[in-house]
Structure formats: C-alpha cells, structure tokens
C-alpha cells in the first residue's frame, strides 16, 4: 500500500525558505516519476513540481521557477522541495504524489498524505 507522509511546513515570513520532505513507502520508489502538489483555500489541488524517476529531470510551475528545487533520493525513499523566495501567495498545503498522469492511470497512487501547511505571511 502506497503511504506517503509530507514534513517540514511552518510559518514563514515572504522571502524566506522552507525545505519540504517526503517519506514513501509501500511501492518501488526508484521506479517512478513523483510530484510535488500544493492546494490553497478555495482553490484545486495543483502540481507545483516534478522529477523523474532517476531524479535527472525535472519540471516546474512556472510561478515557482527559480525559487523552488524539487530532489529525490532513491537510496533513502524520499523525496524534497527546497522552496525559497517564499511568498505570500505561495500559502497552502502541500503534498507528494505520483504526477497527474500517473495517479489517473495507477489507482495505487489515489490516496494522500496528510499534507504539509505552508504559511507565509509578516
């Protein structure tokens, strides 16, 4: 069974940084693409970060690029979201999961964690 438990959110105040991690389980890391998801109040769920499977890849939100780095490593299971610049609007829960694609396709991969808040606000 595919778990997934997201850490290291907090309060923040605009231009600082967080580091986000992501701990899997329960499914052959190493063999899949993962993401990085965040959801603000009111709004969807949206993908903010991808890296391939061997982590060699990866592509951003274009409101996160140059501010956020997306890594893996496949030794330990886990997975990181290196977010700085921070902004207020940047506010949200976050998340790790398989990339939409994946999840649409791989049932395994429907669940969430429990999500990660980031807050950022003076």
């Known amino acids: 069974q595919v778990q997934l438990v997201e850490s290291g959110g907090g309060l923040v105040q605009p231009g600082g940084s967080l580091r986000l991690s992501c701990a899997a389980s329960g499914f052959t890391f190493s063999s899949w693409a993962m993401s990085w998801y965040r959801q603000a109040p009111g709004k969807e769920r949206e993908s903010v970060a991808t890296i391939s499977s061997g982590g060699r890849v990866t592509n951003y939100l274009d409101s996160v690029k140059g501010r956020f780095t997306i890594s893996r490593d496949n030794a330990k299971n886990t997975m990181a979201l290196q977010m700085n610049s921070l902004k207020p609007e940047d506010t949200a829960v976050y998340y790790c999961?398989?990339?939409?694609?994946?999840?649409?396709?791989?049932?395994?991969?429907?669940?969430w964690g429990q999500g990660t808040q980031v807050t950022v606000s003076s």
């Open positions: 999961n398989a990339p939409p694609r994946t999840r649409a396709t791989h049932p395994d991969f429907g669940s």
